[in-house]
């Protein structure tokens, strides 16, 4: 069976993306960082790419984006955090369609100072929290 077979059967895709915010990136203002703005960088040509494809096949088009390894400073935190919602709203982490996911990463990229280590454990719980319902 193919994807698009069980597409025509009734399933649905969906979209959650966990930004990685780590001072491994580099440093945004550095052109060698991936989440250097000038141009795309790495993490926005992703958000654009597979999102405008996954947007396609989504009811409701709106997706979970959550940030780890980074202190959201635009939050009011001070320390890492390995899960949290890059719109700001912890109730409902969801931006709607690839656009404006890729408008709350930039708005929210200088209110981030990158940090780390790398640890998935909370994102991915937090994202199977999310497929169960």
Known sequence: MT?????????????????????????PQDPNSLHYL???????QAIITIGTILETYDDNKSFPVWGFGG????????DPNNCFPLNGDRSNPEVKGAS?????YRKNL??????GPTYFSEVLKEMISVVKQ
């Open 110 to 115: 200088q209110g981030i100072q990158l940090s």
């Open 71 to 78: 202190i959201p400073k635009f939050l009011g935190e001070k």
């Open 38 to 44: 000038g141009g795309y960088n790495q993490y926005e």
């Open 100 to 104: 404006a996911i890729l408008d709350v």
């Open 3 to 27: 994807l698009v077979d069980y597409l025509r059967s009734g399933w649905q895709l969906s979209l959650a993306i966990a930004i990685d915010f780590t001072g491994s990136n580099g440093d």
